[in-house]
């Protein structure tokens, strides 16, 4: 999950991002007199060498292969609730001279400006875009002015925002544009990992300077994709297929690699999965490192009912996902990861496969990227072993083809399949938004909503009253709505932070988390609010996540698990 911290209360919006592309030479003054053209005097203008001439506000950037409008990396930057990620360069630029500063964003509310121009600074911005579209202005340099600061932000606790393509197009002020690159080395070291019967991993080494690459089967095109590993997808069973991959970049394509053979496997299928409790408690299991206690998949609480790992990886196929297992857990190897699914299995927990969150966002918008998420997340189940999958996409879903993903998924995993979903507050608030409408749409087939009831700034309850987050107040008038809104109780469950550590804003202590689902099965602990009916059928609660459940000596789990599990 994208943890991070909401703004408590609403800012008037203001400021602005940052843009622009250029190109070509032209003549200038009078005949006989060549003066060198605009350029983009950017720097790392695509984010194609990480964050190199940006500085991004209390470490709110980071540079993402998913999604991206051109090359292999994008910026992605996440406000918190003090903090608006603001990311900004400082460009040369020529006194006395116009400069069309100009970016493409996607995601929440994005703002592109500039200042010390020397005479007018200038802003644009947008509020939430699902798909890119560019920002553009213009400024004018002062008699003395030879630099100015170019900067993207969001708001304060909102989503995160992406940038790709920043140009700011004028005169060359002195320090350049940045270099033309030229065709990249073939790829070597291509390898293929564990198949499934319908899907090959291929990795190989990374090259310099490479934006991307394409990976060719039995001689014919397959994929695109920015890293260097793919997962090919749709293949037969046992049957043998010859791949390549070639390096690409805007100067052109590399030589392909040396040709291996890999085999699919025999048709198998996972098997189903244990059922999930009448009240359950969920728990991500964080496949990275980021200060929490690492566990193996083995090391989670006994105490959690289904388990999330986090996260499922996006590819340059719209739809597609693949799971890569970070070395920073531990693992001595795949198969020993794949053991420890099994053995959870075994043990009567539920394993399923998170998508989304901070990486791994997947962009399901046609037809296409429908089948490939069903195709590929099939696939994931069959090779790991999962027995469902959870949404955590928290930068925008189109619920129509959602839907359509999610029902192919369950045609092909069958009846056993379990299916979680972890929205944000905004999300949820009324039966018209695309999260709200998509859980209605496969309800039939929906284990339990999960909202995140934290990074959030007050929301309305379901008695069009206000409350702050960290009350009983807040879970139980938010809760209310689902429940109000058309799902079944039993598909309503209440995340919060394992620790304070856990999320920017909105950690409440464990006893609050009881109080609330007491208020919610058995009509008491309630604060001012209490709802108009029980549910006793209440699914339970979830939490991000179990490292840091672990970190905090389980004092979550040990708290809120037993209380959930005796619910009526």
Known sequence: MDRTTRARGRRLLGASLALAVGSGLALFGTAGTAQAADVNVAKNAGFESGLTNWSCSAGSGA??????????????????????????????????????????????????????????????????????????????????TTSVQVYTHGWYGTAAYHVDDVSVFGPDGGGGTDPDPVVPATPAGLAAGTATSSSIPLSWNAVSGATGYKVYKDGALAQTVSAASATVTGLAADTAYQFQVAATNSAGESAKSAAITARTARTGTPGP????????????????NNGATVQKLRDVQSQYDIIAVSFADSTATPGQITFNLDPAVGYASVADFKADVAAKKAAGKSVIVSVGGEKGNVTIN???????????????????????????????????????????????????????????????????????????????????????????????????KVYSQGSVDFLTALACIQLQGGLDASQVGLGVPASTRGAGSGYVDPQIVKNALDCLARGTGCGSFKPSQTYPGIRGAMTWSTNWDATAGNAWSNAVGPHVHNLP
């Open 273 to 288: 999965g244990p059922a999930v409790p009448k009240h359950a408690l969920t728990g991500y299991w964080q496949n990275f």
């Open 366 to 464: 046609s037809d296409a990227s429908a089948t490939a998420f069903a195709d590929s997340a099939y696939a994931l189940m069959q090779e790991y072993g999962f027995n469902g999958i959870d949404i955590d996409l928290e930068h925008g879903i189109n619920s129509t083809y959602l839907t359509k993903a999610l029902r192919q998924l369950s045609a092909k995993a069958g009846s056993s399949m379990v299916l979680t979903m972890a929205p944000q507050t905004i999300d949820m608030q009324n039966t018209g938004t695309e999260y709200f409408k998509t859980a209605l749409a496969v309800k039939d087939i929906l284990t339990v909503v999960n909202m995140q009831y934290y990074n959030s700034g007050s929301m309305l309850g379901c008695d069009g």
């Open 63 to 144: 540079v993402v292969s998913s999604p991206v409008r051109t090359g292999a990396g994008a910026l992605k930057a996440t406000p918190a609730g003090l903090d608006n990620a603001k990311c900004v360069q400082t460009v040369t630029v020529k006194p006395n001279s116009t400069y069309t500063l100009s970016a493409w964003v996607q995601g929440g509310y994005a703002y592109l400006g500039a200042t010390g121009t020397g005479t007018t600074d200038v802003s644009t911005w947008t509020p939430d875009s699902p798909s890119w579209k560019q920002l553009t202005t213009t400024f004018t340099t002062g008699a003395s």
